[in-house]
Nanobody, 126 residues
Framework: QVQLVESGGGLVQAGGSLRLSCAASGRTFSRYTTGWFRQAPGKEREFVGA????????NYADSVKGRFTISRDNANNMVYLQMNSPKPADTAVYYC???????????????????WGQGTQVTVSS
């Protein structure tokens, strides 16, 4: 199995910056698309962005496009979510997830992902 552990969450002021990390186990992790999702209380888990394996292709939700950046370091089994200029609306629990499907399409649907981290809380203050 692939095990994922998020870190880097916490309290940040609006307009600041924060970087979330996702550490993965297993050498096969580098073959998987890795997504970032978030969930606020009372809401469904929503897609934030994702990055493919070796191609480095990315996809972002419109709500974060231009502010958040996803990158990966396959040599160290790490994926990052750089959050620039976060807003209070970005407050949520953030999860990283791995999709073992080799499709060229990066899925934005949470149910398509096979492995999930435990989540890390991000709170953005005004």
């Amino acid at each position: 199995q692939v095990q994922l552990v998020e870190s880097g969450g916490g309290l940040v002021q609006a307009g600041g910056s924060l970087r979330l990390s996702c550490a993965a186990s297993g050498r096969t992790f580098s073959r998987y698309t890795t997504g970032w999702f978030r969930q606020a209380p009372g809401k469904e888990r929503e897609f934030v962005g994702a990055i493919s394996s070796t191609s480095g292709r990315t996809n972002y939700a419109d709500s974060v496009k231009g502010r958040f950046t996803i990158s990966r370091d396959n040599a160290n089994n790490m994926v990052y979510l750089q959050m620039n200029s976060p807003k209070p609306a970005d407050t949520a629990v953030y999860y990283c997830a791995a999709d073992v499907d080799s499709s060229l399409l990066i899925s934005t649907i949470a149910s398509r992902y096979d492995y999930w981290g435990q989540g890390t809380q991000v709170t953005v203050s005004s």
